[in-house]
Structure formats: structure tokens, C-alpha cells
């Protein structure tokens, strides 16, 4: 179907638009809205161009509509000579034609739509007649009409300018829609319940300084820096991939500062704003307009890739006797290597753990908020968390993962899960760092769904008739 198309394709889709317009026409006696897209060069059609068509026609009917011009009939084309959509709408024609003008107007996606109104007679409404102006050329900003008559600019240009249209609208479109999941994916991690010696919207588990309130103020302050580990992602996609971390990590001190403030002074997403910030820059180092959602197969290698050489560089300067944290004791005197060292390896918890865990749950009909339970139970179980290290030892941690692997299954017990949560609160233990390994196993999970991300190819089309 995207394929290069000859002057008779075009000629005769044009032919059978105007016949199906006419017909319409006859058979409802309302205005009719003929939508479609003003590609240049001999391809009329492919994955981006039908993202983009499929934007207009959401427009077209949210702002159809606002206007109280109900939609009486709609029906679309998907074909090699292009995407086509034909609307009767029940209006008056003068005010529809200003709904469809000033959807081409309103930024610079709309440069592309070519959406042109029949009244009832079949006569076509001319924007300037309504006092428009003329649609300006996509190049030199002229009037489109006469740089088009000419052929003053070449298909190359103008192809060149639209596809840098495309690619600038769906890189924010979908920054932001990745982001959002990275978002949506801490509030589940908090929210999630019950959640042995962790924050979440039943108690406060083992934390004396913080509750669930202190997590959404954090994740709110921090959506800016998700969207902008994308972004530095996109930016960088032609960079090594060190290069994307190098600039990720000044991003996340600011990102730090900004949930401290936002806490006032408590940690909350510290850890996150390593992990999941990296996750999220390697979602921005495999966007393209066409495939917009990130391919777990090839994220997590990504991420590794990026944190890798800094990470074994953090260290060996913690086996030289750099570094006084919590982290380079645990290096030094169990081998443990954490956050960084999962990500320096490709998040293995996360593909062999966290994630089978929240699909087996919810393979077996459990909700998202017991899937994550589960999940969170298998990953306490597999990974030795140097925060369970930190509050109680390794006979804390060891017997906090013989315990939750007690309860490993596709639906942990919830009384039991309950029963640990108290005792694990009692103890002072609480497993952070599966806490935020459970985060980017939402978020995965999340990208993968075909409902939260919009899939870039083989949109649906309307049905005809």
C-alpha cells in the first residue's frame, strides 16, 4: 500500500471522491466535509502519514463536535492514493467551513489537512470568502495558491518540510505520552496495596516521614524531568549512547533538587530518578515517528548500553576506596551492585522477573494493583535489596526474601501479604529498591499496551457507510 502511485491513481481517486461526495450529497442533503492530506511526490501514504490523518480526523470530530454540527455519517479511505475521510454533518455549511479552517490554522500539523466543505448544493465554500487568508505556501510562506501553480518550490522541498513537520509534532506528542506512562507508573508503585514495609495507599508501612501524599507531590515535581529523559533521548539518538547518559545524569541532579523541594527535604524518588530517567532516555534514543512505543527486546539493552562504562567507572572508583555511601559499603563488602549494576546489566530482574510475575498475575484474572503485589513479591524474593541490607542487615534481608518467597504465586494471598506488611513494619524493613525495580515494571508493561501509547501503524479505519 505506501508505495509510489502514477498520475492515473491519483486522477482516478480523485474521480471516485467526487462521485462518493455527490452521493452524499443526494442522500443526506447536508453539508459535506471532505478531509485529506496534502502529501507531495509520488507516495501518498504510509505509518506516519496515517498517524497524522488520524490526528486531523480526531480534531475534526472533537471540534464538529463543540459547534453543535453533529456527525450524520462518516466514512474513510486508506489506500496508496492517500487518506481520505467524507462527512455529512448536520450545519450550517458557512460554519462548518470555519471549524475545518481553522483546524488547518491551528498549528503547523494543520498545514497538512485539506479539508474542504460542500453546501448541500454541492457548491465548494472558499475560505477567503469567509474572511480568511489564503493558506500560506508550507516553504516561503506565500500564498500556497500561487507557489503551487508555478511549481516554484520542487516535491523534494516540500517533502523534506512536511516530514519535518511530522517528526517535531509526534516527538512532543509522544515525549509527553511517555512520560505520562512514566508517571502513571510511580503513582501505581505507590498506590499499589498491600506492599510489605512500603509506602501505599493502606499505610505507611515502614516510613515515618513520609505517606502517599509526600509520593504524588514527588512524581508531580518530577514529570518535567520524565519528559525532558525522553527528550534527551530523541536529541542524542545519533550520539553514542554514553553520551545520551552523560547529559541525563546533569538532568536528574536538577530533578533531585526539584523533589526535594517538593517534599520538603524527604527522599522519595531518588532511586527512580536513576532508573526509570534511564528507561525513559532509552525510550527517547528509540523513538521514530513510526514506532513510538519502546520494544522492551530492545530497551533494556539500550539502557545498558547507555549507564555502562559510567557505572563499572563508579566502581572501581568505590574498590579504590572513593565513595563513603551506602551503596559502595555494600560493593565492597558483599559484591552487591544494585540499581546501577542492573542497569549496567539490562535490568535482568525486571525481563526475568517483574515483568513474567505482573503478565502471570494478570493472566489469572488478577487487577493491576494485585499483579503489582505479585510482582513486587517476586522481585523481593530474586534481587537483594540494599535497602532491606540497610535497615536490617543481611539476616533482614535474607529472611525478608525467604518470606516473600513463601508467598510467591500468579495471586499472592492477600491476608498473608497483609500479615507481612505488619511484621515487616515492625522490623523497621522496607524493600526501596524493588519498589522502584516494580515501577519500570509497570512502565514496560504500560508501553506495551496497544490502549496507552498510540500504535503508529495500520490505524483502523472508520467503517463505510
Not at 171 to 193: H, K, M, N, P, S
Not at 352 to 362: C, H, I, S
Request: with cysteine.
Amino acid at each position: 500500500m505506501d508505495r509510489e502511485i502514477t498520475l492515473m491513481e491519483v486522477l482516478e481517486a480523485r474521480e471516485a471522491r467526487v462521485n462518493r461526495q455527490r452521493e452524499l450529497l443526494e442522500a443526506y442533503g447536508l453539508p459535506v466535509v471532505s478531509f485529506c492530506m496534502n502529501i507531495a511526490g509520488p507516495v501518498k501514504n504510509g505509518p506516519v502519514i496515517r498517524r497524522a490523518f488520524q490526528v486531523g480526523l480526531d480534531r475534526l470530530a472533537d471540534a464538529l463536535g463543540a459547534a453543535r454540527a453533529p456527525i450524520e455519517h462518516r466514512e474513510t479511505v486508506d489506500a496508496a492514493t492517500g487518506c481520505e475521510a467524507l462527512l455529512a454533518v448536520r450545519g450550517d455549511p458557512r460554519a462548518v467551513k470555519s471549524v475545518c479552517v481553522e483546524l488547518e490554522d491551528e498549528d503547523a500539523l494543520g498545514r497538512i489537512f485539506d479539508m474542504d466543505v460542500l453546501s448541500p448544493a454541492g457548491d465548494k465554500l472558499d475560505r477567503e470568502a469567509l474572511g480568511y487568508p489564503p493558506r500560506p505556501c508550507l516553504i516561503c510562506g506565500k500564498p500556497g495558491k500561487g507557489c503551487a501553480s508555478r511549481r516554484i518550490h520542487p516535491a523534494g522541498e516540500i517533502q523534506a518540510a512536511t516530514n519535518r513537520i511530522f517528526r517535531r509534532f509526534f516527538a512532543a506528542q509522544d515525549r509527553d505520552a511517555i512520560a505520562g506512562q512514566a508517571a502513571r507508573a510511580l503513582l501505581y508503585e505507590v498506590c499499589a496495596a498491600p506492599k510489605p514495609g512500603l509506602v501505599d495507599r493502606l499505610n505507611n508501612g515502614s516510613h515515618r516521614d513520609m505517606d502517599i501524599f509526600t509520593f504524588i507531590d514527588s512524581t508531580t515535581a518530577l514529570l518535567p524531568y520524565l519528559r525532558q529523559a525522553v527528550e534527551i533521548g530523541q536529541e542524542t539518538a545519533d550520539l553514542p549512547p554514553e553520551e545520551t547518559f552523560r547529559r541525563l545524569r546533569r538532568a536528574g541532579l536538577a530533578a533531585e533538587r526539584a523533589m526535594f523541594a517538593a517534599t520538603g527535604g524527604v527522599n522519595t524518588h531518588k532511586g527512580a530518578i536513576f532508573s526509570l530517567g534511564t528507561v525513559c532516555a532509552a525510550a527517547g534514543r528509540l523513538w521514530t515517528p513510526e514506532t513510538p512505543r519502546p520494544d522492551m527486546g530492545a530497551l533494556l539493552p539500550v539502557c545498558a548500553a547507555m549507564c555502562r562504562q559510567a557505572v563499572e567507572a563508579d566502581f572501581a572508583a568505590m574498590a579504590s576506596g572513593e565513595g563513603h555511601t551506602a551503596g559502595a559499603r555494600f560493593y565492597l563488602q558483599y559484591g552487591l551492585r544494585g540499581i546501577r549494576g542492573e542497569l549496567a546489566d539490562g535490568l535482568p530482574s525486571i525481563g526475568d522477573v517483574g515483568l513474567p510475575a505482573l503478565k502471570a498475575a494478570l493472566e489469572a484474572g488478577a487487577t493491576l494493583e494485585q499483579a503489582g503485589a505479585a510482582a513486587l513479591a517476586a522481585l523481593m524474593a530474586h534481587v537483594k535489596d540494599t535497602n532491606l541490607l540497610a535497615r536490617g542487615g543481611q539476616e533482614g534481608q535474607q529472611w525478608a526474601a525467604q518470606t516473600a518467597g513463601a508467598l510467591e504465586s500468579p495471586v499472592p494471598d492477600r491476608a498473608a501479604l497483609e500479615a507481612l506488611d505488619r511484621e515487616m513494619t515492625e522490623r523497621n524493613l522496607s524493600p526501596g529498591g524493588c519498589a522502584d525495580l516494580l515501577a519500570i515494571t509497570y512502565f514496560l508493561h504500560f508501553c506495551s499496551d496497544q490502549a496507552s501509547i498510540a500504535a503508529s501503524e495500520n490505524v483502523p479505519p472508520l467503517p463505510r457507510g
